[in-house]
């Protein structure tokens, strides 16, 4: 199958860092790719850049960003001209972004907003762009949506305005969406309705989902193919059942082994969680694997040589020569536990 | 007085964006941390388990920081050298013009250039102009900057208690920033100052009563949007009383903006006292920039530079206040000053 | 005796000229050197509730008891007393640090205002308060902005103990920061709380953190607590169809894309429902829900539920989730 978005090797820079390196992603039609890391690993970054939103100080120093679009014909996002990407941006592509109440206008009311979208990309009258938006509101489950399309954002709880976003970003059936944290502002249980719903579209639509997160559960559960990014580059990549079932990167091993699960025996009173020591500004300046200052498993050559993106098996891409070389046998968690 | 509106108009203007800007940076406080700033913290090696020496390469301060963008901005640095040169002259000024500049100095209006004892010529009365303006710089500045110091204070305890304390506090206080404000500042000034006699103290005190609303309302807007943030209720559970939370806790982070709002004020306090001198009410024992553009005005037509010279140096100040004022702005507000 | 006793306690504030009914009718305890979980979604009224522990706002009735002293009625001196054994940590590190001091000066104000420590031993004693969390002495002359998310946390934990209190409220504390240090954080806590025998109560809306952290846990809904026990209890048999929502929600790995276990939105504080305020989203919801409000009532072994559908022997069955 030809990949819908296929990213390669791009980098992002600023006039004084260059905070995403050598980046290569693919996403086909159909699939939910997730892109994991916490913050300053670039990984909402990579998502302005494929939309070409990036700040003003930002810049694509250098890669590709190859997307298929309705036709067939693939064009490269990263030298489109702005004419042309604005046909792209919210037609082809969607964003769902983190905070939905700063991505509404808050003087327009919901319909309006949805309407605009339509209008602008499909040239539908007033009234029909009125009626799509009743039946997009619908679609993303929203109650009552013949009412709810006079409402203003802040009429909305945050779920609903999440919804809202959603719906403006399906309106034009987009090919590929891509999703930034969309459910970190929410509470648990609407997250899971808005996840629920999001891979309800995926399938309807048959859309690529890049879903970016740094919530693990939310991988494990609703991702099939997973990229873990640390410091701007990607250092494993997996089909999710690889992935947590077996990890390679001490990185992710280490994410794993840190995050409290509800499943698991843990408890403070028995004993410590396992730790990644320091945090990931020791990164800065670091000539050989961004990892190693924190990695217990680092040799030396970790810290003289950029570790290569090495396939261990099909689909299993791991940016570390220490565990690549110990495969398959041992499984231990190589994060140090404290304590 | 066209001029002293405007820039009073300008004083709220930088208010009104750095309240904005405090509103916003107080929204983006409650975020995590996101990627929106690349980096956020690689000014910070992990200091947990980092050796000490790690820690001391860390950034500089804030206030290096903020003196080193302001240094870096060529128009404020053009007001700084501006306002220096003022300052020189008005400090030089019993040195270099050491007789009394109300005194006759020479025949009476030669025109600049005429007499090289006389760079800038001799008015009616054959005083010279050259320390007339050296002379009257330091009255412009001392009623500036004093004017501005009363204002200040009073603005801040005022505004500070009224933003803190809120309820009935901050409603009685808002009136009477209100009170103030309804009347025109100007008509004010002259009615406090017919009652005191032209003195340079009484005018600067009237000055800084006009100039104090202002201020006020800043700084409440600013404790209202502060008082709210975690450090304050961190402080409060700490059982931290009520002055030190006002002075050492909020005060210190409220005021950037009433620097920047001060340097206006300082611009438009001199404005003021010129204009009051302009109209024959200011101090009638020392010369001051106003007196002479009002003396000068009656020989517009055959000695213009009787009123042009001092007026070149009340614009040239008051450009270079606000020269500075627009660079502290950039400097001391972090959403303008370009990279995080 | 327990160390905090909380009473039935309401606390709300004004919005738009209507009552808000943050903390309606909440009674819980926190035995000394325990730890206890506060969990529930945004807008149940844990935040209210930890800042009028700390009496940050004022409670509109209910009593909260410290040591068997009415924390409600202190004034002045006794009310700083009062602060110096009750301490916080705040969940936004950033917020929560004044960015105008330098840590020596954040540290060393508490000493300084409760009159402890001698001036010239401030910093001293500053410092040895960075050793405890993990941090260098150097960072004494350092401003918060030099130091990343988990230092500052570190920081609002060290600024929180320098007093030497006895019982901690953490509001949120590891929810603004990355994944790899929080961890680092729930160990500092619990060793912390091992060195210096505190008590916690440890108010979060992630599940898997209060599992992993608390001894007892309180489930919040709406400005009620509607289920208290053991965190073994409460994780193994949930008895509260919210508790059990709340746990299904939680995308876990080893499950496929598993559908919603609740609709609908959490209803607004200012308007709750009548009878159980949890009826309009409860999938097992009768009649009787809509109409009557139901008690906490105990069903063993330390566990209670406010629920009219809960068995009353339910921990005797074993009750599958």
Known sequence: MAALLDVRDLSIAFPRATPVHGLSLTVAAGETVALVGESGSGKSLTALALMRLLPDTARIASGEVLFRGRGGGVSDLARLDDAALRQVRGRDIAMVFQEPMTSLNPVLSVGRQIAEVVRFHEGLSWRAARARAVELLDLVRIPEPRRRVEDYPHELSGGMRQRVMIAIAVACAPRLLIADEPTTALDVTIQAQVLDLLDALRRDFSMGLLLITHDLGVVAEWADRVAVMYAGRKVEEAPFETLFGTPLHPYTRGLLAASPRLDAGQHYSVGALAEIRGSIASAAGERGCAFAPRCAVARTLCRDALPELDAVAPGHLVACPVTTAAIPQEEAHHATPVG | MHGSETFAARGARAAEAEDRAAAAALGAGRRPETESEPWPNVHAPDAARAATSEVQKLAPAGRRRALGVFLSNPTAVAGLLILAVVAGAALAAPILFPDDPLEMAGRPLQWPGQDPRFPLGTDALGRNVLAGLAHGARISLLVGAFATLAGLVAGILIGATAGYFGGLVDDALSKLVEIFQTVPGFILLIVLVAIAQPSVPAITLAIGAVSWPQVARLVRAQFRALKEKEFVAAARALGYGHRRIIFREILPNALPPVIVLASVTVATAILMESALSFMGLGDPNVVSWGSMIGTGRDLLRTAWYLSAAPGVAIVLTVLSLNLIGDGLNEALNPRLSGEP | ?321
């Open chain 3, 1 to 321: 005796m327990p160390l905090l006793s909380v009473e039935n306690l309401h606390a709300g504030y004004e919005t738009g000229g209507r009552r808000l009914r943050a903390v309606d009718g909440v009674s819980f305890a926190v035995e000394p050197g325990e730890t206890v979980g506060l969990v529930g979604e945004s807008g149940c009224g844990k935040s209210s509730l930890a800042r009028v522990l700390m009496r940050l706002v004022e409670p509109a009735s209910g009593r909260v008891l410290f040591d068997g002293l009415d924390v409600g009625a202190l004034r002045g001196p006794a009310l700083k007393a009062y602060r110096r054994q009750a301490q916080m940590v705040f969940q936004d590190p950033f917020a929560s640090l004044n960015p105008r001091q330098s840590v020596g000066e954040i540290l060393s104000g508490p000493l300084a205002v409760h009159g402890l420590v001698p001036r010239k031993e401030r910093l001293t004693a500053a410092g040895d308060a960075l050793e405890r969390v993990g941090l260098p002495r150097a960072a004494l002359s350092r401003y918060p902005h030099e130091f990343s998310g988990g230092q500052r946390q570190r920081l609002g934990i060290a600024r929180a103990l320098i007093l030497a209190p006895r019982l901690v409220i953490c509001d949120e504390p590891v929810s603004a920061l990355d994944l790899s240090i929080q961890a680092q954080i729930l160990n500092l806590l619990a060793g912390l709380k091992a060195q210096m025998s505190l008590s916690y109560l440890f108010i979060s809306h992630d599940l898997s953190v209060v599992r992993y952290f608390a001894d007892r846990v309180l489930v919040m809904y709406l400005g009620r607590i509607v289920e208290t026990g053991s965190w073994q209890a409460i994780f193994a048999s949930p008895l509260h169809p919210y508790t059990r929502a709340l746990i299904e929600a939680v995308p876990t790995p080893g499950r496929r894309r598993h559908a919603a276990p609740l609709s609908g939105d959490l209803p607004s504080a200012r308007d709750v429902p009548p009878g159980c305020r949890f009826h309009p989203r409860c999938p097992i919801a009768t009649p009787i829900c809509t109409e009557a409000d139901p008690a906490l009532r105990h069903v063993g072994a330390g566990q209670s539920v406010a629920c009219h559908h809960a068995p009353e022997s339910a921990l005797q069955e074993g009750l599958p989730i």
